[in-house]
Structure formats: structure tokens, C-alpha cells
């Protein structure tokens, strides 16, 4: 990361956290999150419930990351789908439109203006140390300036609302790094116009992993889906990679990547139940996976009937987009101001 040009401020730069850990004052909360398909238990668990949590205690702002998408989409049907399929799983699984703004960043022209004014002082090492772009590269993969310059936008979506808090999971904290990196460099240079943000991870869902092992992405095809048909999410289930040591050996629970799933899904007594099985050993894996495959489609049951219910009414869902986005405008429109009145932008 950069240098701070000014002192740094003395709240951390991270809030990590189990569930229940939260401030008590009434924050500014934003967040956002891409329509590249259907959303999976990684998103779910590092970062969709944390905005239903979130939009209980404090102001929330969320959004579908539309624009961002662009940058891995080029076919007009297929982010149109995603994107009506982002806002009903997003609804379904229990955002609250009369407590939270749901919307679509492309409805927010504020904040492509406000990326132009911090790309002018974005510096090009910054940029360039940042992980999508530098895989790209180190793949040999050709990389174009969406991509490239992918983090200032996202800095320019939480600016424009003055968040306080940005809830993720573990992949998005060095792009809210930088995020605060420019806002600091710009707050120095012109005056106090941003907030500073702070990522939100939550510990035990900062990285879910996929079937794999690896981080649940799509970009690894080892994702389970939130609404996966439940024939189909139990073959996945069975695919995980297991210990292959033998059933007899006693096992620690906390490196295996099967528990850390089914500790997602159930309570603490069931967590601690099954974590006695891992250490006394002679059990199967097929045995936990089918306790997780149980747990994930009971779960979900009632999020999936409540998305059939939304799926017939998409006039209400369009509604709540127009709603969420005029909200986000207002707010948008007010940074914008402070910021192109800073830098001279204004008679
Ligand atoms: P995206 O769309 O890749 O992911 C959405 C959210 O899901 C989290 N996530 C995970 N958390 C834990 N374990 C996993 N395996 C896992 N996979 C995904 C991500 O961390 C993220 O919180 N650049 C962002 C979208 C964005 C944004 C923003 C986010 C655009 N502007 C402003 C916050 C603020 C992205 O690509 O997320």
C-alpha cells in the first residue's frame, strides 16, 4: 500500500468480528456485490448476512455491483438476468427495502463522476499492486483499464455515501485499503471532503471455502449456490475434498474445511457436537457430509419459498430498485458537490 500522506486516523483499518460484536452507534453502512452469476455460500456467509444484520442498527446502502461486472460480462442477456436474479436472491434471503437502499450501481452516475476525480490523483504502484489485475498479469492474460483501474471505482462507491463501515469478506479488504489510501491523499490535499471507511470481516466466514478447498469463487467453478437445487447441491456436498487419513484417527475439526462448512450452517451445540466426533475419530465423511447437506437445505428453505413469492412480482421489485437508487442519488449528489467544490470544479 501507499504511504498515508497524513497522520493515520486511530481507528483500525479492519473490524474483525463474530456476528454479534457491533458498535452501538448509528453508522453508515455499504456495500456491494458483483451480478457475475448466482450468488454462493462464500458470499452468503462472508458477506450477505452481515448486511441483513447490519441493516438492523444502522443506515445501509447496498448495492449490484453492475458496472463492476462489465469488467468479466460482455453480453447484454446475460447481465440483465444476473442482475434480476442478484436482486431477488438479495431480497429473498432477507434485505429489508424499508430499512435498507437497495439499487443498482449504473443508477448512480454520481459515482462514475467521482471516479474521474480521485482516478486524477490515483497513483499508477497503487494500481498496480492490486490482486485482480496483477494475477491477470502474471498470467500472461491480457488486462484492460476496467480492470486495471477496478479498485478506484470502488473507492468512488463508498466515498459518495460517507460510509463508515463496509461489510466483506476477506478478498475486498486490500481494495478498501486503497480506498482509504485515496481518501486520505485527497482529504490532504483538498480539504476534509471523505469519510473514512472501515472493512467489516467477519472472522469465521472471512474465506468459505469451495468444494475444492480453495476460496469459494466462481472464477474456481468450486461454488455451491444459495438457491442450487438441493439434488444438485447434494452431489456437490458429496464432491468435497476430504482428510485422507483413516476413519479410526482422531481429527482436529478446526482445519478441516467440511466442519468449517457445516460450522456455517448449525448452532453451537450441534458445532460442538460434531467437533467431539472429529477429535474421538472412527466416523465417515459421509456421514458429516450428509449433516451438511441436511443443514444447508433446511437453511435456505424458507429464503427459497420467499423468492418464488418475489419471482411473481416483479413490478414490486423493480419498485424498490427505483426507491433504493433515488435514496443513493441524494446522498451521492451531496458528496459529489463537497468534492468538485474542493477542487475548483465549481464557480
Ligand atoms: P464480489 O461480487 O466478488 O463478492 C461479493 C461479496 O462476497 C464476498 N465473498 C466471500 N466471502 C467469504 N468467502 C468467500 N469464499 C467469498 N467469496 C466472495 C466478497 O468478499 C464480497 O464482500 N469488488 C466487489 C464488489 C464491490 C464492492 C464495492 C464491495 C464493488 N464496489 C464497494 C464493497 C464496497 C466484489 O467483486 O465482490
Not at 431480497?91 to 467521482?114: H, I, Y
Request: glycine share 6%; hydrophobic share 40%.
Amino acid at each position: 500500500m501507499s504511504q498515508p500522506l497524513s497522520s493515520s486516523p486511530k481507528e483500525p483499518e479492519t473490524q474483525r468480528s463474530d456476528a454479534s460484536g457491533d458498535t452501538r452507534k448509528v453508522l453508515r453502512v455499504l456495500s456491494g456485490i458483483q451480478p457475475t452469476g448466482r450468488f454462493h455460500w462464500g458470499n452468503y456467509f462472508g458477506a450477505i448476512r452481515q448486511y441483513i444484520e447490519l441493516q438492523n442498527e444502522h443506515e445501509a446502502y447496498y448495492f449490484i455491483a453492475n458496472l463492476h461486472a462489465l469488467t468479466t460480462i460482455r453480453n447484454r442477456d446475460v447481465l440483465r438476468q444476473n442482475t434480476w436474479d442478484a436482486a431477488l436472491d438479495l431480497l429473498a434471503l432477507g434485505l429489508d427495502p424499508n430499512r435498507a437502499a437497495l439499487f443498482l450501481q449504473s443508477d448512480v452516475p454520481q459515482v462514475t463522476e467521482l471516479c474521474w476525480l480521485l482516478m486524477t490523483g490515483a497513483p499508477m504502484g497503487l494500481l498496480e499492486r492490486c490482486h485482480a489485475y496483477k494475477e491477470k498479469k502474471e498470467k500472461g492474460l491480457p488486462a484492460d483499464a476496467g480492470l486495471f483501474t477496478y479498485p478506484v471505482l470502488m473507492a468512488a462507491d463508498i466515498l459518495a455515501y460517507d460510509a463508515d463501515l463496509v461489510p466483506v469478506g476477506e478478498d475486498q479488504v486490500q481494495h478498501i485499503e486503497v480506498c482509504r489510501d485515496l481518501a486520505r491523499s485527497f482529504n490532504h490535499q483538498f480539504g476534509p471532503v471523505f469519510t473514512m471507511p472501515r472493512a467489516k470481516v467477519l472472522e469465521h466466514a472471512a474465506r468459505v471455502p469451495g468444494i475444492d478447498g480453495q476460496k469459494m469463487s466462481k472464477s474456481y467453478q468450486n461454488t455451491i449456490e444459495i438457491f442450487e437445487e438441493p439434488q444438485s447441491m447434494r452431489k456437490k456436498v458429496m464432491r468435497i475434498v476430504t482428510d485422507p487419513r483413516p476413519m479410526e484417527q482422531p481429527k482436529d475439526p478446526e482445519t478441516d474445511r467440511l466442519y468449517q462448512l457445516y460450522s456455517l450452517f448449525v448452532s453451537e451445540a450441534e458445532r460442538e457436537q460434531m467437533a467431539a466426533l472429529y477429535r474421538r475419530g472412527g466416523f465417515g465423511y459421509g456421514q458429516v457430509k450428509q449433516a451438511l447437506a441436511d443443514a444447508a437445505e433446511q437453511y435456505f428453505a424458507e429464503a427459497r419459498e420467499k423468492r418464488r413469492a418475489l419471482a411473481a412480482r416483479p413490478e414490486q421489485v423493480r419498485e424498490i430498485l427505483a426507491a433504493g437508487a433515488e435514496k443513493a442519488r441524494r446522498k451521492a449528489s451531496e458528496v459529489l458537490a463537497r468534492a468538485r467544490d474542493a477542487m475548483g470544479l465549481t464557480w
